[in-house]
């Protein structure tokens, strides 16, 4: 059986879905939007100070869509911007809605200035019976340029060969 790959991701602004698309365009994995009916406003500020009290609450809004049939995929790929240093905590809601024992998880985000170890270190610590691998930040706007960094991070991450 080949290994099924998901391409999950929550994109605000539509840089995380750029590079979704981009991972998807690589592997041929199914897309999967994160969605939630929680609403977060355009303007960067407002968003942001939303985003800290949801952190510092440690609130997971609601989901509105759901994978089906999760248990059909053996790699998970779980897409965001990061938000004060980590992932939005809609990505904890999904985490907490699924079991992800036995599968691989890699995390991938975009960000002007902040990387992804934080999301890294929560990944392993909410998920501990995935084997979660290294992730990817990229450049907020960088997905373009950013192609075969992309493919060398899927191929050292054995998602590709």
């Not at 609130?59 to 965001?80: E, F, K």
């Not at 079991?99 to 170890?117: H, L, M, N, Y």
Request: glycine content about 6%; proline content about 5%.
């Amino acid at each position: 059986m080949a290994n099924k790959i998901l391409i999950a991701y929550f994109s605000h602004w539509g840089h995380s879905k750029e590079f979704a698309e981009a991972i998807q365009k690589l592997t041929g994995g199914d897309l999967f939007e994160i969605k939630t009916s929680q609403f977060y406003p355009e303007e960067h500020d407002p968003c942001s100070i939303q985003a800290h009290k949801e952190q510092l609450a440690d609130y997971r809004p609601a989901l509105t869509n759901q994978v089906s049939n999760m248990d059909q995929y053996d790699t998970v790929l779980i897409g965001h911007p990061i938000w004060w240093y980590r992932e939005p905590m809609v990505i904890r809601s999904f985490w907490d809605a699924y079991d992800f024992s036995g599968k691989t998880v890699i995390p991938f985000a975009t960000s002007g200035d902040i990387g992804i170890e934080n999301t890294e270190k929560d990944t392993k610590k909410f998920l501990p019976t995935a084997l979660v691998k290294q992730g990817l930040r990229l450049e907020t706007h960088a997905v373009p340029s950013s192609i075969d960094q992309i493919k060398q991070w899927l191929k050292e991450d054995g998602v590709i060969k």
